[in-house]
């Protein structure tokens, strides 16, 4: 019997994400748009017909960025039975078919996203969703659209992630402010992605593990590079500052 398969990549994830670091571990916690630009020869616009008619969809796509993957879906030698979720402190171990660990044997994720549009640009083909929480460049294998009187279960339990995460106040020093201001003006940030990443700071993207409120962190969002500080009520932006890197 064959142990492995062969997927197709029908498109790649553009989004503000530009590293791990910071990504909400769920969809749908951060109202960030994004894009899929469609590879041939899955760029046909009739491949889409009829999408407009579903507000959500689901995306199966692949964790292209492990550290420990060979990003193969052959990975029995490198099987983890046992991780370490985030929402338990990053501390307690429970079996990785109990959770959404990157580290699994098919490096597979499945994201639920709200459709909004689907645009034509001369051969180019862009789905554009919100709620992702994909990397930027992030292959997506397939599409599918929320069927919502079967996927939404109403008397689902969900264990230790039953509740929405927490969220923090983010604050901005004052030299922060000013950086910010200046950003505006450049036009290298606008309002839109102004509340994006104050939407992901507020969720605390620190690793589960750490708690030292006076460790600076450091993040790339968008086209800029910031750094703050996270104690425990508020996540204080220190530093904020274009990035050299491109989406």
């Given at each position: 019997?064959?142990?492995?398969?062969?997927?197709?990549?029908?498109?790649?994830?553009?989004?503000?994400?530009?590293?791990?670091?910071?990504?909400?571990?769920?969809?749908?916690?951060?109202?960030?748009?994004?894009?899929?630009e469609m590879s041939e020869p899955y760029n046909d616009v009739l491949a889409?017909?009829?999408?407009?008619?579903?507000?959500?969809?689901?995306?199966?796509?692949?964790?292209?960025?492990?550290?420990?993957?060979?990003?193969?879906?052959?990975?029995?030698?490198?099987?983890?039975?046992?991780?370490?979720?985030?929402?338990?402190?990053?501390?307690?171990?429970?079996?990785?078919?109990?959770?959404?660990?990157?580290?699994?044997?098919?490096?597979i994720g499945l994201s639920v996203v709200r459709f909004k549009r689907v645009e034509k640009i001369g051969k180019s083909i862009r789905l554009y969703v919100s709620g992702s929480d994909l990397l930027n460049g992030t292959p997506i294998l397939d599409i599918k659209p929320y069927i919502q009187y079967s996927d939404a279960i109403q008397d689902s339990i969900s264990g230790y992630a039953q509740d929405e995460p927490s969220r923090k106040v983010v604050?901005?020093?004052?030299?922060?402010?000013?950086?910010q201001s200046q950003l505006l003006k450049q036009s290298i940030l606008n309002k839109k992605v102004l509340d994006e990443l104050e939407q992901v700071l507020s969720?605390?993207?620190?690793?589960?593990?750490?708690?030292?409120?006076?460790?600076?962190?450091?993040?790339?969002?968008?086209?800029v590079n910031i750094r703050f500080t996270v104690d425990d009520q508020n996540v204080t932006v220190i530093n904020v500052e274009q990035t050299n890197l491109k989406i």
């Open positions: 019997m064959n142990d492995s398969v062969v997927m197709p990549i029908i498109g790649y994830m553009n989004s503000p994400y530009r590293e791990k670091f910071g990504i909400p571990r769920q969809p749908n916690l951060v109202e960030i748009e994004s894009y899929i889409f017909d009829g999408i407009e008619e579903f507000s959500h969809l689901w995306l199966l796509w692949q964790f292209h960025e492990n550290k420990n993957s060979d990003n193969s879906l052959n990975q029995m030698s490198k099987f983890r039975s046992q991780v370490r979720p985030p929402r338990l402190g990053g501390n307690q171990k429970i079996g990785v078919f109990a959770t959404r660990s990157m580290y699994r044997p098919a490096p604050v901005w020093t004052q030299n922060a402010q000013l950086q969720l605390d993207p620190r690793p589960a593990y750490q708690n030292d409120a006076e460790r600076v962190y450091g993040m790339c969002f968008a086209e």
